[in-house]
């Protein structure tokens, strides 16, 4: 259902997206408590899903806020990411794409939702990290706003527009 070539698409986009938040994040310590706490989860779920796919230990991803002393710390630990993600995307050939895959947490998923956890493969967690992404992308952009900060605008068709261009991160 996924290919390589979309998911590395989603993945630049998602990279591009989230250096530019990063770059409207103020450098103001101490941090937002709510800003802080969402920018950890959408770097310990980036981590989490890598970590499995790989083979890594997935305990390794999963850090608190409190794990960091300052946002700087935080964005420090989630650039190393990309680049090791953007080379697994491209080194999965079909059949890794379309394997099963069972994540460490779906029983305790299904245990929270009271219902049984469904099949799902390599690809469709791709995609998954880059959609979980995006939607608490936008809770920080509301809290930037909320803070008094001015959200950039990261839709995936403004990326397009622009010409599909390479992440600027903040130094």
């Not at 890598?50 to 989630?78: C, I, K, M, N």
């Not at 995307?89 to 305790?108: C, E, G």
């Not at 990290?129 to 803070?147: F, P, W």
């Amino acid at each position: 259902m996924f290919s390589r070539e979309l998911l590395a698409e989603l993945l630049r986009h998602m990279e591009w997206a989230d250096a530019r938040v990063w770059s409207a994040v103020p450098d103001t310590e101490p941090a937002d408590a709510r800003l802080k706490q969402w920018l950890v989860h959408i770097h310990v779920v980036q981590q989490a899903f890598f970590a499995v796919w790989t083979g890594a230990d997935v305990r390794t991803a999963f850090r608190t806020p409190e794990d960091f002393a300052s946002l700087a710390d935080v964005r420090a630990w989630t650039r190393p990411y990309y680049p090791a993600a953007h080379e697994f995307i491209h080194a999965l050939t079909v059949d890794r794409l379309n394997a099963p895959l069972v994540m460490p947490w779906a029983a305790q998923i299904a245990q929270e939702l009271n219902r049984p956890i469904g099949p799902t493969t390599i690809g469709e967690t791709c995609f998954q990290v880059a959609s979980h992404s995006t939607y608490h992308r936008g809770q920080v952009n509301a809290r930037l706003r909320d803070i008094g900060g001015e959200p950039p605008l990261v839709d995936y068709i403004a990326w397009l527009w622009f010409g599909r261009p390479a992440p600027e991160w903040k130094a």
